[in-house]
């Protein structure tokens, strides 16, 4: 893919202007060298330009900022962290499992707010969030979730019942809904073009269609080849994500598996008088693959989930699903009657970042020269944003309540070579697909 072909890749990134910057040629100096264009390297070129700013950083995108799953996911600004709650505990423990909540709660605020002080136009609203029970064992299992959340002493979580959900929005599916009212929804791709115009008024310099394509660590400073040329720097941010598996210091730490949606045509008033969804909040079901959906500012009803692809060692090119995405158009379908002739517009996929014990990781790499971050699972708006954050204060050595959370600079579980990596990957998918059907079946428990 080159810059002239970013327009495709998603409803997103197909609207508005956007002229891409010059790729890096000949060799560049800087203090930091960050890669990545999505919203991990984007937040950390932020808040290290903004503790320090007289720092020169240099941010290396391999296409054009926001062409990840930066331009791509679902614009969701949660507080999930990894799967649920009770699976990070069990991973984990209490302790860790509630300081993760915490961190999310922060995250969702901290862009939220940063939105709103640096005026970045992104359609964002902030009108909370339905995790809606879809069959009796999902009903148990969300109920079971929101007391464990309350035993922790965690607030803003509460359950509505079949009724109370409904004057919120209506399907013959729902049976209840964990609600939060701490959620934003946006568009990803204007959020990250708004950060561009951000870091340019700073003095960052960004440099588009530049692949990093070998990075080696000099007595002193790091040394990244590109195309056409070569940058070094004292300190390097890994900040690719679902792309880290193509980069050696990053290489086992997490795979990319892809995430598919699709797009309705703007409904009319007599279909929001049917569904009721006036309040426009973030949904989600409580399945293992989910369904996330939204409405857009325009709108249309967006919808994604319900399965995900997996590549075999470099493939980086299962954006397309065609039985996911009919799955999806059949999935709008049931959850809203009503819609049953909606027409859908666009269809696209985007990779995300999976480690293999389902949580996010960051920290350094062999020495504090380099940082890394991966493993967003899906959920990563918000998290990348705070992400930045302690990313700075990791590249400037500092100790920080950030920098102390459990996950950074925690042990990794790797991801075995191939073979081994892709019978590992559908084993583990495998699973999740057969605990969802089970608690799909519209059965009493």
């Known amino acids: ?18 002229e891409p910057e010059s790729s890096l040629t000949g060799h560049v100096d800087a203090d930091v060298a960050i890669v990545g264009g999505g919203f991990t390297g984007l937040s950390s070129a932020y808040h290290l330009k903004k503790e320090s700013p007289g ?84 009903k148990k299992r969300l109920l079971h979730e929101i007391e464990f959340a309350h035993k922790m002493g965690l607030k803003g979580i509460e359950w509505l019942d079949e009724n109370a959900l409904k004057n919120e929005v209506r399907s013959p599916q729902y049976l209840g809904a ?32 530049t692949k990093v394509i070998d990075i080696s660590r000099q007595p002193v400073k790091v040394s990244l080849t590109t195309p056409k040329g070569t940058l070094t720097a004292g300190k390097v941010v890994l900040a690719t994500n679902a792309w880290s598996h193509l980069i050696q210091p990053v290489k086992w ?9 699709v797009l309705t045509e703007p409904l009319t008033q007599s279909q929001f008088d049917e569904i009721g969804w006036q309040n426009r ?8 693959l989910v369904h996330y959906y939204r409405l857009t500012a325009d709108n249309r009803l967006l919808m994604g989930g319900r399965d995900v692809s997996l590549s075999y060692g470099k493939d980086m090119d299962k954006d397309m699903n065609e039985a996911t995405f009919r799955g999806l158009e059949d999935d709008v379908r049931s959850i809203f009657p009503s819609l049953r002739t909606i027409r859908f517009t666009h269809r696209w996929g985007g990779p995300v970042s999976i480690t293999l014990d389902m949580a996010p990781a960051l920290g350094y790499l062999g020495d504090n020269r380099m940082v890394y971050s991966v493993g967003c699972m899906g959920h990563g708006v918000s998290l990348t944003h705070l992400n930045g954050k302690t990313v700075s204060d990791l590249v400037l050595d500092k100790k920080t309540d950030l920098t102390d959370v459990f996950f950074v600079n925690r042990k990794t579980i790797p991801f075995p070579p191939e073979p081994l990596r892709n019978l590992a990957s559908k084993a583990i998918l495998g699973y999740m697909h057969f605990e969802d059907k089970l608690y799909d079946a519209k059965l009493p428990i």
């Open 178 to 209: 964990w609600w939060e009212p701490r959620c934003g929804i946006l568009n990803p791709a204007k959020l990250s073009w708004g950060w561009k115009d951000v870091l340019k008024k700073m003095g960052v310099d960004i440099y588009e269609d």
């Open 253 to 261: 730490k997490q795979i990319p598996a892809w995430t598919h949606i």
């Open 281 to 288: 909040q973030g949904i989600e079901d409580a399945r293992n």
């Open 55 to 138: 720092l020169k950083i240099a941010l290396l995108e391999g296409d054009v900022i926001g062409y990840g799953a930066s331009g791509r996911n679902g614009g969701f600004n949660m507080t999930l962290f990894g799967l649920t709650l009770s699976i990070t505990a069990l991973r984990f423990g209490k302790n860790r499992a509630k300081e993760a909540h915490l961190y999310m709660e922060r995250a969702v605020d901290t862009l939220k707010d940063l939105v709103r002080e640096l005026k970045i136009d992104c359609d964002y609203e902030h009108p909370g969030f339905l995790r809606v029970a879809t069959s009796e064992k999902y």
């Open 1 to 18: 893919m080159g810059k002239s072909d970013f327009r495709e890749k998603s409803f997103w990134l197909s609207k508005g202007e956007y």
